[in-house]
């Protein structure tokens, strides 16, 4: 089978490996028909990670199961399934609260070296019954994506943010990620969402659903719009030092910042005292995947949560390098891409 991997920071090749193979009893193999590239996969082709051999990219795929353990029950050979980015056993204690982050057995993430990288042909995938869900038939391909990952992230990124009616909220970061957040704080309720990114494109994007832009050299306005008390919610969908550091002092005495950007590995260094005085929550966030289907499909459904112009180019799996080098970009107009297999 064909799969992407990164070979060094910026060098992705699309290499021959052998096909997938069944990961056990309640396992399933998945042949991917679209896949997308995240941010996350980003932080291996720009050298946050160390890399000791080639890793197979991605975690976020659709396709078709091709292949099903005895053991599995929820999906059959033949059905259009999404795969969660995020896997757990599926049987223990944790996983029986649909959050594959509190799995007991420790959650693993699909190319990231623990699991196969959905860039590929075929997937192996484990507890096939708690990892794969058949589409919806209402759901286009970018909502499944999305459901995999960036809109799971988003979400629950708004949710941990404790966002009330009427309040606000400040959003760092406009790639997919932060553009989900974006639309997942409106869809809960917030009343005026910030929307910050150096990249004017994106806020542009941002400002479009209904958030107010800013460049993060102007987030002091939030202090001035809020008679200077600070926004009640501030998201991360960056999470290096600097929009870290910025979400703690734009966001209140007593409010919640909530983050999802992945950090480097590096320690950052925390402003203890400040947060500590000003009662400040700070919530570190791995999307709860499996947990927010039952949340999201119906609000994608009916219509009120709009994921449309999030994906905005698509590349043969064969041209990953390019698309890699255009997700890169982070430009205005190349926000998300999908790889078709
Ligand atoms: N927690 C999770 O479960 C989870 C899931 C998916 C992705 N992520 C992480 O979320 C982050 C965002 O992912 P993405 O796909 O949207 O990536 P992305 O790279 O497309 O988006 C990052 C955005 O941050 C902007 N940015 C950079 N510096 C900034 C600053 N100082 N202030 C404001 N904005 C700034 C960039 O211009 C870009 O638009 C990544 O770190 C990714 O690893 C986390
Ligand atoms: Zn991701
Ligand atoms: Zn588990």
């Not at 990961?23 to 082709?45: K, Q, R, W």
């Not at 499944?144 to 970061?173: C, E, H, K, M």
């Not at 005026?192 to 050299?217: F, H, I, K, N, W």
Request: glycine share 12%.
């Amino acid at each position: 089978m064909r799969t992407v991997v990164i070979e060094a920071p910026g060098v992705i090749s699309v290499v021959e490996t052998p096909d997938a193979t069944l990961p056990g009893p309640d396992g399933a193999v998945v042949a991917i028909t679209a896949t997308a590239i995240c941010g996350s996969d980003l932080h291996f082709y720009e050298g946050d990670y160390p890399l000791v051999q080639p890793v197979p990219l991605g975690h976020e795929a659709v396709g078709t199961v091709v292949e099903v353990g005895p053991d599995v029950r929820t999906v059959s050979v033949g059905d259009h399934v999404l795969v969660s980015s995020v896997a757990g056993c599926g049987s223990c204690a944790g996983c029986a609260t649909m959050d594959p982050v509190t799995c007991v057995s420790g959650p693993r993430i699909f190319g990231s070296g623990a699991l196969g990288g959905a860039q590929s042909e075929l997937l192996a995938v484990p507890a096939a019954d708690f990892q794969l869900m058949v589409v919806p038939e209402d759901l286009d391909t970018e909502e499944a994506l999305l459901l995999t990952d960036n809109l799971a992230t988003g979400w629950a990124g708004a949710q941990r943010a404790d966002i009330t009616p009427g309040s606000t909220v400040v959003v760092f970061g406009l790639g997919a990620v932060g553009l989900c957040a974006v639309r997942s704080a409106v869809a809960q309720g917030a009343g005026t969402v910030y929307a910050v990114d150096p990249v004017e494109g994106r806020r542009d994007r941002a400002a479009a659903s209904g958030a107010t832009p800013l460049a993060p050299a102007d987030v002091g306005e939030v202090h001035e719009t809020t008679r200077g008390r600070g926004a009640a919610s501030v998201i991360d969908a960056v999470g290096n030092d600097t929009t870290m550091t910025a979400a703690l002092t734009c966001v209140r005495a007593g409010g919640t910042v909530s983050v999802v950007g992945v950090h480097d590995l590096n320690p950052f260094p925390f402003p203890a005292l400040m947060s500590l005085v000003r009662s400040v929550t700070l919530r570190m966030t791995t999307a709860p995947v499996q947990r927010t289907w039952p949340e999201l499909i119906p609000l994608l459904q009916a219509g009120r949560l709009d994921v449309s112009g999030i994906f905005t180019d698509t590349y043969a799996l064969g041209d990953a390098a390019a698309a890699y080098a255009a997700v890169a970009s982070r430009s205005g107009d190349c926000i998300k891409v999908s790889l078709t297999v």
